[in-house]
């Protein structure tokens, strides 16, 4: 059972480029999110979706763009990176949004940004 | 949004039990209370879930009063293994972490 799996693991690009982050899950799981994490701190959410073609913001989505065209995949992308983006990237799913339910996070993406 | 309020950090030694404290003023009727522990360099994982009064799994025991404005997390003698960072969650529409508090255990 592969579960929810993050590529790239590790990322350094430079200031401008656009750089995507693929998040997959085997579960069928309706939500998805991602989390950045700077060195440190705590979780902020920027993007999450309830289902296929639906997304909605977190608390921190200015410069983060996401699209979820299937159920599995949610890809994050940065459209012209910036080094405030440099942090380590969570993808996490779960059957639903609340009521009871578990988040089940990826092993992270560590991006740097030059 | 509910908004939690944990200590930053805690210290304690092998074999103690430990109890973290979080606050949820403006939890909402339909709001579970979820932990999660994070290690270093990797994604938090579940620990205990509960709505109200008391959870117990293997890991963990939470305690949840009746006005449900707080819960607290109980590890049953720690280890160093325990050593992480614990988050209290507490379902909103958006799931927002807070910042955690982290634990560190002492030989």
């Known amino acids: 059972d592969a579960g929810i799996t993050q590529s790239p693991r590790y990322k350094i690009t430079e200031t401008g480029r656009q750089v995507t982050l693929m998040c997959h899950q085997t579960?069928?799981?309706?939500?998805m999110f991602w989390y950045r994490q700077d060195l440190g701190h705590g979780l902020r959410l920027i993007y999450y979706?309830?289902?296929?073609?639906?997304?909605d913001k977190g608390e921190v989505p200015d410069g983060y763009v996401v699209s979820r065209s299937k159920t599995e995949n949610f890809p994050l992308t940065l459209e012209s990176a910036t080094r405030s983006q440099t942090s380590v990237y969570f993808c996490?799913?779960?059957?639903?949004?609340?009521?009871?339910?578990?988040?089940?996070f990826g092993e992270g993406s560590w991006l740097t940004v030059v | 949004l509910a908004k939690t309020t944990q200590p930053i950090s805690m210290d304690s030694y092998e074999g103690q039990e430990v109890n973290i404290t979080c606050s949820h003023n403006?939890?909402?009727?339909?709001?579970?209370i979820t932990w999660y522990q994070q290690f270093p360099s990797q994604g938090p994982r579940f620990i205990i879930q509960g709505y109200k009064t008391k959870v117990t799994n293997e890991v963990a025991s939470l305690f949840i009063p009746a006005d449900r404005k707080s819960s607290t997390l109980s590890l049953p003698r720690v280890s160093l293994s325990d050593t992480a960072v614990y988050y209290c969650?507490?379902?909103?529409?958006?799931?927002?972490f807070g910042s955690g508090t982290r634990l560190q255990v002492q030989p």
């Open positions: 979706s309830a289902a296929a073609d639906i997304t």
């Open positions: 996490a799913s779960s059957e639903e949004g609340r009521g009871g339910n578990t988040i089940y």
């Open positions: 969650l507490v379902e909103g529409r958006a799931l927002t």
């Open positions: 403006n939890i909402a009727t339909n709001d579970y």
């Open positions: 579960w069928s799981h309706s939500y």
